[in-house]
């Protein structure tokens, strides 16, 4: 799809909201409507209202995009619904299927359900979507565009990968923030001056992170090139790689995950 991104309204200009619509404007977005209570949606070619009320009723989106929490579905839906008709709803919401998207929405013109990570705000973020049977061609392309703006994009025809997916990608960046403030925590303990070992531990992550987006090589690779026998990385890593500890930590942590994902699925 080339051109002008249609036609847009976006329903919660949060954390994620504004960062789509960054990505969207970056792109070439249509003037689009916006829904922001805050009042803080970034000024662009769209015209941004606080309340669903003040939506012009002869408004018609190519997309709604829902990017409100997902305890807020329910009333923005129905308030939303007018708008739906004939176009495709994207929704963002952790955890709101598509059944109950499609309950909530009867009349729109097709449902695709994603789940995007926080990176997104700088373009580096990961979607895997997912669309109700039938949806077609123009429709998912749309939506991948839409997803693309924010970073990379993977479908998937199976909706029940949306819960480990939510617990690798959607949950992952804070997996890595922790990873930051420990090795911090670690570096300190071993004498580092805290502001040094917050910098070295930041710039770590960061430039480990920039690397393995720069390389072909997997991950595995790029830390057995840092590994030297005997050395210090090895000894190191004897410790992490233990099947007690990273390997069975990390499984335990995303099980978690999905466990939560599925139950708090509605
Ligand atoms: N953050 C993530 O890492 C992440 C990752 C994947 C998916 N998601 C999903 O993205 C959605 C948004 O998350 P977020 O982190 O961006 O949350 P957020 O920062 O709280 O943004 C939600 C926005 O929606 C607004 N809002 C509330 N009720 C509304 C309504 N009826 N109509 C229009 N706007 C309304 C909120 O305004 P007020 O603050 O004034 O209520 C807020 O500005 C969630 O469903 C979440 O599951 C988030």
Request: overall charge negative; glycine content about 8%; some cysteine.
């Amino acid at each position: 799809m080339t051109g002008l991104i249609p036609p847009i309204l976006l329903v919660g200009c949060g954390r994620m909201g504004s960062a789509l619509l960054a990505g969207w404007q970056a792109d070439g977005l249509s003037p689009s409507m916006v829904i922001d209570p805050a009042g803080t949606a970034p000024p662009g070619p769209h015209h941004a209202v606080a309340d669903i009320s003040a939506l012009p009723e002869d408004f018609r989106p190519a997309a709604v995009v829902l990017a409100v929490k997902p305890q807020r579905a329910d009333q923005a839906m129905q308030a939303v619904a007018p708008w739906t008709r004939e176009a495709t709803v994207l929704s963002i919401m952790a955890g709101r299927t598509l059944v109950n998207l499609r309950t909530a929405l009867p009349d729109a013109g097709a449902i695709v359900r994603a789940m995007p990570n926080t990176p997104a705000a700088i373009g580096r973020g990961i979607s895997v979507a997912v669309a109700e049977p039938g949806v077609d061609a123009t429709r998912r392309a749309l939506c991948t565009r839409l997803l693309q703006a924010a970073g990379s994009l993977a479908w998937t025809e199976d909706e029940a990968l949306l819960d480990p997916v939510t617990a690798v990608s959607g949950s992952g960046p804070a997996y890595v923030f922790l990873l930051a403030e420990l090795l911090e925590q670690a570096g300190a303990a071993q004498g580092l001056p805290p502001a040094l070992a917050r910098r070295l531990a930041r710039e770590t992550v960061a430039g480990a992170g920039a690397l393995l987006a720069a390389s072909d090589e997997d991950a595995a690779s790029l830390r057995r090139a840092v590994t030297s026998p005997a050395g210090t990385t090895e000894a190191a890593l004897a410790v992490l790689m233990d099947e007690a500890a990273w390997p069975d930590l990390l499984r335990r942590a995303v099980a978690a995950g999905t466990t939560r994902s599925r139950a708090l699925a509605s």
